[in-house]
């Protein structure tokens, strides 16, 4: 099997286990949208769960794509197993303490940070009060994730996704089953969800520690040294580290003005989060899916030098992110509100704020290509063992961005914070592949443009055509319940994407062909 399709195996292996996952968090956000809608608990746990995921980024997945994964999969290759094992149980121990001083940190410090993260809450006592409990309940959920990431990113430098992948979905079933068990038994039924989150998290930290405690990985406390390879990490993991705080600061400066509601709205945070997670459905199915399939590939590639496969790589990755981001864009900036008002208009969930989610919603899309090539382009700058290059990149857009909010935030209200987050994603895509074509001489841009033309103009004809069947479907069965609006929106779906792959086959588009080749060798 060559290394594309090994790739593109992998990738579908963790596709599949985000896919499972994503649909159990739409299942999970659609209840929370039933119970909670837009309003001040909804706005209050959106709050309280974005720090510790927002942390998780800088100390856990940041820490595994940017380090764990390139000097591990390099380490395997030149060690034994035995060595390997003993190098992960040393590391295990490490981040084990860092992250539990971290959450004790977190937790003692929750009422302040709360004030920094959201002010606009500072004037509404109860708000304030219940997102600060929140806060400090769901602080340990980071200690969780965070061996959760390290786990992952052990079984990925082996080349073993399916675990990590499927376990994804735990942490949802467990929050589903907790907003049922305790909704009518607390007084404030959201501290039910953090309950279900923490319980979650630990189901999956066992479930992924098993098969490393089989492999070899000993957990004993008893002795306490740092490895060299550790301290190659720690020294890899600086500028991520870095790079990671600017990126926080983005979100950061997004979520304290969507919570001026002044301006932007009432529910400006929710429906961030809510249209966020819309956008996050294709990026995490294939985008991130993607990126973390190829970085042991890259990583092993730049190991040995093998700079012509490498570069490869990065445009078969590349050009698979387009086949599937810029329909996805379309998509959802065409169907964008029927798709918001199926999946969460009912209850607390109310017609105001499908409209406030779907203008964050629209915005978003534009950018939606660049959130994903950002992380095919940051993985192969890791497999370098470059994290510095990005950390610049997102020093500029730090500025950019919050330059673009205070311009946007004004005239276009939340939306303008959603098209100031494409903005400066397209921009850091087009700075890191500038950098990184300086560093591998050439990223194979005429065969990457020649696909993007295609694709985006396969995909220009499909968008309207999917705003006509849509609305032609809904005018023939027009008020007939909930039901056939899904089934109208899942044929309006089908039907587009047969659309687009028909001018994919028309234009030439090789990246959609190659699928075709692929299916039917396989029957």
């Known amino acids: 099997m060559g290394t594309n399709a090994k790739i593109a195996k992998s990738a579908g292996i963790i596709s599949l286990g985000t896919i499972i996952s994503r649909v159990l968090g739409f299942v999970r956000d659609v209840v929370i949208a039933r119970f909670f809608g837009t309003a001040i608990y909804a706005q209050a746990f959106v709050v309280s769960f974005r720090i510790p995921n927002l942390m998780r980024d800088l100390v856990a997945e940041g820490a595994t794509n940017a380090a764990v994964v390139p000097v591990l999969s390099e380490y395997s290759t030149t060690h034994t197993d035995k060595e390997f094992w003993r190098l992960t149980s040393s590391i295990f121990k490490i981040i084990s303490l860092a992250l539990a001083v971290i959450v004790v940190l977190g937790v003692l410090f929750s009422p302040f940070v709360v004030r920094i993260i959201a002010p606009g ?52 079933i467990s929050m589903i089953a907790c907003i049922f068990l305790f909704y009518s038994r607390l007084k404030i039924p959201i501290y039910g969800l953090a309950f279900g989150a923490l319980l979650g998290g630990l189901i999956q930290v066992i479930m992924q520690s098993l098969p ?9 406390f008893k002795s306490f040294t740092i490895p060299r390879e550790a301290r190659r990490m720690g020294i ?7 790079g990671s705080c600017i990126y926080q600061m983005n979100v950061f400066v997004d979520t304290m003005l969507a919570s001026l509601s002044s ?28 990126a973390q399939a190829a970085l042991p590939t890259m990583s092993a590639q730049a190991a ?53 989610t779907n203008t964050a919603l629209f915005y978003y899309s534009f950018g939606l290509f660049a959130y994903a090539g950002v992380k095919i382009l940051t993985s192969c700058f890791y497999s370098l063992q470059d994290t510095k290059t990005p950390v610049k990149v997102s020093c500029a857009c730090l500025a950019l961005n919050l330059i673009l909010n205070l311009i946007l935030m004004w005239p276009l209200k939340i939306g303008g914070l ?35 033309l295609k694709i985006f103009l396969a995909s220009l004809i499909m968008a309207p055509a999917s705003f006509f069947i849509y609305n032609k479907l809904s005018s023939m069965f027009n008020g007939t319940g909930a039901l056939v609006e899904l089934t109208v929106l899942l044929c309006t779906v089908i039907s ?27 029957h």
């Open 121 to 172: 809450f500072i004037n509404e006592p109860h708000k304030l009060r219940v997102t600060v409990t929140l806060t400090r309940m769901l602080f340990p959920f980071l200690f969780f994730m965070g061996l959760v990431a390290f786990t992952t990113g052990v079984l990925n430098s082996r080349n073993r996704f399916s675990i990590p992948s499927f376990g994804q979905g735990v942490v949802n």
């Open 212 to 220: 490393l405690l089989k492999g070899g990985m000993r957990l004993e």
């Open 236 to 242: 890899l993991l600086i500028p991520r580290v870095i």
């Open 263 to 290: 301006i932007v709205g009432d529910g400006g945070v929710a429906a961030l989060y809510y249209s966020n997670r819309l956008i996050q459905f294709p990026l995490a199915i294939f985008g991130i899916s993607l």
């Open 304 to 356: 040995t030098n093998n700079i012509d496969q490498l570069r490869e790589t990065l445009s078969f990755s590349l050009r698979q992110i387009l086949l599937v981001m810029l329909p996805s864009a379309f998509g959802l900036i065409v169907l964008g509100r029927p798709i918001i008002q199926i999946l969460f208009e009912r209850g607390e969930f109310n017609a105001y704020s499908t409209a406030i």
């Open 418 to 452: 959603a098209l100031a987050t494409s903005i400066t994603s397209l921009i850091n895509f087009f700075l890191l592949a500038k950098m990184l074509r300086k560093r591998i001489s050439s990223l194979d841009g005429a065969r990457i443009l020649r696909s993007f």
């Open 496 to 522: 587009s994407m047969g659309i687009f792959f028909i001018f994919c086959f028309i234009f030439k588009i090789e990246e959609a062909t190659g699928i075709l080749k692929w299916m039917s060798k396989k």
